[in-house]
Every structure is written in C-alpha cells, then in structure tokens.
C-alpha cells in the first residue's frame, strides 16, 4: 500500500481492522456454519 501512495496512518487503520476481523469475525462465522452442520446432523 506504501508502494501506492497510501499514507501509512490509513494502512495502521486498516492493519487493525484486518486483526479484529481475524479475531473474532473469522472464528464467529466458523462457529456457526459448524453449528448448522451439527444440529443438522443430529
């Protein structure tokens, strides 16, 4: 993004942004999908 003339305030906001969604957004939506599955299965 440096490379492309981002400035690099911009590139932290969306670094931070990508951990958060990491943390929670991509384990939460895993965990429901399984729990369709499993209930489905039952």
Known sequence: MAAGGIEPR????VILQIKGFSRYGFPESHAASFAL???ASW
């Open 10 to 13: 911009f590139i932290e906001e």
């Open 37 to 39: 599955i499993a209930y």
